[in-house]
């Protein structure tokens, strides 16, 4: 089985400050690793993706994540929050290798402060 | 990357009554996944559909209430059957437009309410 586990589902920064979002996960075997956005009343865009190559995967709009195994962490970060980001966040984990279902964290709701 | 264009955008519909929703993708897909989120709630999977075959479901959901239909690599339906307000969500297609577990499209989302 596997799963992830996203620390506070409300997030607030400032703007310009660093934005760090939490998200754990479990795997049974080694995972993929997926951040999404979903902005309001939109779908979700793939922000992210570790998938067994480097651990420091960089994305769209500025975020980066970390895969550490040690820690089984795979937390998000961005180093100078913009108004744009409010959004919710999405840490998402299936199994490597081949087609595989994936499961969602409960999200992340980030606000930006002017 | 891909484009899943997903319609209706938006409904309200009686109770009892059924819903289709189609998700149109803009290249061919082998798997394409259906989505629920209830309000402020993560997704949660309903069923997986391949091309050719019945659909996979979830623990919790049944083809009778969410029947799939897959008739090409291109193209899924979902319809929610029935409908309560207990079903009134956001759903949401997804397809594997990237390769092998490499990262999913999503559709835009249909949010439905039921009165």
């Known amino acids: 089985a596997q799963s992830v586990t996203q620390l506070g589902s409300h997030v607030s920064v400032s703007e310009g400050a660093l934005v760090l979002l939490r998200c754990n996960y479990s795997?049974?075997?080694?995972?993929?690793l997926f951040w999404y956005v979903q902005y309001p009343n939109q779908g979700l865009q793939l922000l992210l993706k570790?998938?067994?190559?480097?651990?420091l995967v960089k994305g769209i709009n500025g975020f980066e994540a970390e895969f550490k195994k040690s820690e089984t962490s795979f937390h998000l970060t961005k180093p100078s929050a913009h108004m744009s980001d409010a959004a919710e966040y999405f840490c998402?984990?299936?199994?490597?290798?081949?087609?595989?279902?994936?499961?969602f964290g409960t999200g992340t709701k980030l606000q930006v402060i002017p | 990357s891909a484009v899943i264009s997903q319609k209706p955008s938006r409904d309200i519909c009686q109770r009892g009554t059924s819903l289709t929703i189609q998700c149109q993708v803009d290249?061919?897909?082998?798997?394409m996944f259906w989505y629920r989120q209830q309000p402020g709630q993560s997704l949660t999977l309903i069923a997986t559909?391949?091309?050719?075959?019945?659909?996979?479901?979830e623990s919790g959901f049944v083809i009778d209430k969410f029947p799939i239909s897959r008739p090409n690599l291109t193209f899924s339906t979902l319809t929610v059957s029935n409908m309560s307000p207990e079903d009134s969500s956001i759903y949401l297609c997804?397809?594997?437009?990237?390769?092998?577990?490499?990262?999913?499209?999503f559709g835009s989302g249909t949010r439905l309410t039921v009165v």
């Open positions: 997804s397809a594997n437009t990237q390769g092998k577990n490499d990262g999913y499209t």
């Open positions: 795997s049974s075997v080694p995972p993929y």
């Open positions: 570790y998938t067994s190559a480097a651990t």
């Open positions: 998402a984990v299936s199994n490597s290798g081949g087609y595989q279902k994936v499961t």
């Open positions: 290249s061919q897909v082998t798997m």
């Open positions: 559909a391949n091309q050719g075959s019945e659909a996979t479901y």
